[in-house]
């Protein structure tokens, strides 16, 4: 079996004492880090399907999340561009009632190698918290929302509503995540949207300048 079949594999069964190595044996065996990145997406839509169909469960999921985490965390320093830069802050996090952060933490990182300082406020983040982040950080240029859920693309509204009601000024706001579509930020009131990690580091540079 290929390394990158391997990192799949293990990133699809939870393996995460073992993904580590893996990946790092996939580069060194010349596989590239987006290569093997989009690997790993690849295996977290395997088990979202098996997730579906009811042959695993939520604590599956879980360890699956774990492990791809945990591969990330190998390739994170060869995917962070030269972030010189300074695109002003972004301000970033998985809105209220959603867990998920992989996607965000993805963008995050993309965003963030393209010259972006990352205020990340984690997942299951309450619009206010968005509004705080805003004042108490200097120069934020960007705010960026993720949703996973179908169930929680009602509180990407209700933060982009709060943040934009909030009277603060001097930023742009992106969304993204797997339910969302380009009208639907339009239709909340989003400056942009973006389908996935590269193009919402492309989205946020445009949204700046
Ligand atoms: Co969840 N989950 N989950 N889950 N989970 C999904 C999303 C689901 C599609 C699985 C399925 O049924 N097939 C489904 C949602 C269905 C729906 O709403 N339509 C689902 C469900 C139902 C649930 C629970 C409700 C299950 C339950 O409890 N019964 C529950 C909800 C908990 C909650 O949030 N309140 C739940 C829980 C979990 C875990 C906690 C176990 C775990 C998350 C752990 C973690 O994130 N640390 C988990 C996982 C792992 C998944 C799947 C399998 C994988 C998600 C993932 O990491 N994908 C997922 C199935 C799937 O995605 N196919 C699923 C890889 C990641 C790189 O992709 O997150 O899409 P993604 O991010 C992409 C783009 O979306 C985009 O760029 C990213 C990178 O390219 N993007 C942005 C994301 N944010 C962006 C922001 C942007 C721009 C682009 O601008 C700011």
């Known amino acids: 079996m290929s390394k990158i079949m391997e990192v799949k594999e293990l990133v699809e069964t939870g393996k995460s004492k073992k993904v580590g190595t893996a990946v790092q044996e996939a580069l060194d065996a010349g596989s590239q880090p987006g290569e093997i990145l989009q690997a790993m997406v690849d295996s977290m839509s395997v088990v979202g399907d098996k997730f579906s169909s009811g042959e695993i469960f939520v604590p599956e999921m879980l360890i699956a999340a774990k492990a791809m985490s945990k591969g990330v965390d190998v390739l994170r320093p060869l995917m962070a561009g030269d972030n010189a830069a300074s695109l002003g802050t972004c301000v970033i996090g998985t809105v209220a009632g959603d867990l998920h952060d992989i996607g965000k933490n993805l963008v995050a990182m993309m965003i963030e190698s ?4 990352m205020v990340d406020l984690g997942v299951d983040v309450a619009d206010e918290k968005f509004v705080e982040a805003i004042k108490e950080n200097e120069n934020v240029t960007l705010v960026a929302l993720s ?50 990690a590269g193009s919402a580091a492309v989205k946020a540079k445009e949204l700046v300048k």
């Open 147 to 196: 949703g996973l859920l179908t169930t929680t693309m009602p509180s990407l509204k209700s933060a982009v509503e709060t943040i934009k009601a909030s009277g603060l000024t001097g930023f742009k706001v992106i969304v993204g995540g797997a339910p969302v579509t380009p009208e639907y930020a339009a239709e909340i009131g989003a400056d942009g949207y973006a389908a996935d």
């Open 114 to 117: 393209a010259g972006f300082t």
